[in-house]
């Protein structure tokens, strides 16, 4: 039974587990105040992250930040104190470029391998088969653990060198946000002169302008159902700052980008980042004059 360790039991972490457990894969977290129920789904908890990667044979990084990726993997507990030969560690954060890459340099000083996993999907689309998982790096570890992340993603492909994840998931989570904004910015347009929603959900939707975008979040427009969501707003805004800032470091003027990112900072300054991402259609609702 091959054993699996998660780096941070939020969305992504936990959906993995509860995904692969029934296909006979044991998991581990790191005991804290937000994991004391893992063992309630079926899993096991450790001490530390050292004795996480320690005992498994495939560990899941789905941390919530660079600086909680940086706590647990370095110091005398970190995972990098913990690395063992038949280590593969799965990165699956989005994070910006160059943090994947220092992750990858501290765990080439190791015997443990690291791959580059981002995953694109939120829950319910992970949980339809729907969810796409891009793996980069080292081509053999990517193919020993390709079958247990195809119980998460069966969409799940191998892109190329270290790091080709990562840039793949910023293009899209940059295109999500912008096709999100533009679906916002359109049904307001069509509010406005007088369209009811049922009107351009049933016209709108199979028409060139459709997109996956519209198919999830149309609805939730017509409705104003801003929560419960699984795409919270602050997902997003976070990963437009590191999309802009990846802009910022190719030199490129990115309008459309930074034009979106600017909406997410106004959902961030109006208290709305739990509700789900489409609320951007109500900032835009705010500027009618």
């Known amino acids: 039974m091959e054993k699996v360790g998660i780096l941070g039991l939020g969305l992504i972490g ?24 893992f063992p309630d789904m079926g899993g096991i908890l450790v001490n530390t992250p050292r004795e996480l990667a320690q005992n498994c044979d495939f560990l899941l990084s789905a941390l919530p930040d660079i600086d909680s990726a940086r706590e ?6 970190g995972v990098i104190s913990g690395a063992h030969e038949d280590l593969i560690i799965i990165e699956m954060n989005t994070f910006p470029v160059d943090i994947k890459e220092e992750l990858k340099k501290s765990v080439d ?18 949980r339809a088969g729907k969810g796409v998982i891009m793996m980069s790096g ?9 079958p247990m992340l195809e119980h998460v993603a069966p969409k799940t492909s191998y892109v190329g060198e270290y790091g080709t994840g990562i840039k793949l ?28 929603n049922k009107t351009m959900l049933d016209i709108v939707g199979p028409s060139a302008a459709g997109s996956t975008v519209f198919g999830m979040r149309a609805e939730i427009i017509a409705d104003r159902k801003w ?63």
């Open 138 to 146: 080292d081509e053999t570890a990517c193919n020993k653990v390709k």
């Open 14 to 37: 936990r959906l993995t587990a509860e995904l692969i457990m029934p296909h006979g894969y044991e998991c581990y977290a790191v005991d804290r105040p937000s994991t004391k129920d």
């Open 109 to 126: 000083a190791t015997p443990s391998i690291i791959i580059d996993c981002p995953i694109s999907g939120t829950q319910p689309v992970i």
């Open 169 to 196: 998931k910023l293009m899209i989570n940059f295109m999500v946000g912008a096709n999100t904004v533009a679906l916002a910015e359109g049904m307001l347009f069509g509010t406005q002169m007088g369209l009811d």
């Open 227 to 289: 929560q419960p969501c699984a795409g919270p707003s602050k997902l997003l805004w976070k990963d437009l700052d590191i999309v802009e800032e990846q802009a910022d470091t190719l030199g490129l003027s990115a309008p459309l980008l930074r034009v979106c990112n600017q909406y997410y900072k106004k959902v961030a300054a109006a208290g709305r980042l739990e509700d789900e991402c489409a609320v951007v259609f109500e900032i835009l609702e705010e500027e009618i004059n």
């Open 72 to 77: 647990t993997f370095y110091g005398n507990e």
